[in-house]
Nanobody
């Protein structure tokens, strides 16, 4: 089993920045791919960004490209999401997730591809 704990959420004004972190523990050797998802009230959970545990290219949702950056630190078993130029549409609960196996090259950020989930951290952006 893998445990994921998110931190770094909070409230910020539009145009501001936040950095989310996800700490993984347990069977971290099992992690193949990690992602960040978000879910706003009344909406489906959507993938935001993803990265391979061993490094490599990252994947981003179109809505966050150029504003968000995902990065991983294998030594610390953490994955971070730097969020810049935030707007009110970024308001949501943000979740860290990990996959034990390969994810599809096309559209990897689909919830069913992920095996472990954190409890989430709230991000609120005000205008």
């Amino acid at each position: 089993q893998v445990q994921l704990v998110e931190s770094g959420g909070g409230s910020v004004q539009a145009g501001g920045s936040l950095r989310l972190s996800c700490a993984a523990s347990g069977a971290t050797y099992d992690i193949y791919y990690m992602g960040w998802f978000r879910q706003a009230p009344g909406k489906e959970r959507e993938g935001v960004a993803g990265i391979y545990a061993g490094g490599g290219s990252a994947t981003y949702a179109d809505s966050v490209k150029g504003r968000f950056t995902i990065s991983g630190d294998n030594a610390k078993n953490t994955v971070s999401l730097q969020m810049n130029s935030l707007n009110t549409e970024d308001t949501a609960m943000y979740y860290c997730a990990a996959s034990r196996g390969p994810v599809p090259f096309i559209s990897p950020l689909r919830p069913p591809h992920f095996d472990f989930w954190g409890q989430g951290t709230q991000v609120t952006v005000s205008s």
